[in-house]
């Protein structure tokens, strides 16, 4: 059985079937999944659906994309949410993402601390998603001794995630590794030990091969964890195992 460690339920895309998506993940072998939420409006979502459905977990934070109009009243929001909901499992996703021209690396860096602050207070794991951030992400993560966490879809070099790994990082790759420039992705996931390994499908974005470029959904996890396997060396089975055993564990899930 599948875990799907980082998906996007709530989004719009999913507005005219949610239910019957959600419904049809056991077909595919998912049991498990964590709906993420990416501010306060899709934090509260992922709340609702965690507690519409007894197989999905939470996630609450605000992603760096979404901060401009953030205040201290957010962060208690956030805080309210974990603790009054028990399939709140972790903070995020919260980062740095310099990519686009209007980033503002000053304000992105402050929220993505007092979220990290939140989150020890909280003694929770943390979802972390760094794109273009040239370093300062990892920086501030060590700066702050945060070591419980997740670089969710990792497409960085194999140095970068033995350095997470070294951190006590999980490093979760999505449908990325299927791609057909995917090599670097594919170099950092085979220096990743199995025991750090997640997948994900960061869905409805990231649709692995042979989905590329459509709308993705948690049970295209199958297609990352049939070539995580083939990139482990180890049998497909036994990948589902070590994926789940390892997402079990970080979002403290018993069976
Ligand atoms: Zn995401």
Redesign the pocket.
Known sequence: MLFDT?A?LDDPQFDADRDAVIRSLKEYGVSRVTN?G?DINTSRQAVALANQYDFIYASVGVHPGEISGMCNEDLDTLKTLALSNPKVRAIG?IGLDYHYDDADPQKQQFWFRRQLELAKELSMPVVI?DRDSKGDCIRILKEMQVSNGVM?CFSGSAETATELVNMGFMVSFTGVLTFKNARRAVEACSVVPLDRLMIET?CPYMAPEPHRGKRNFSGYVVHVAEKMAEIKGISFDELCKITTRNAMEFYGICD
């Open positions: 980082h996007h993420i990416a996703e998603h969710h960061d």
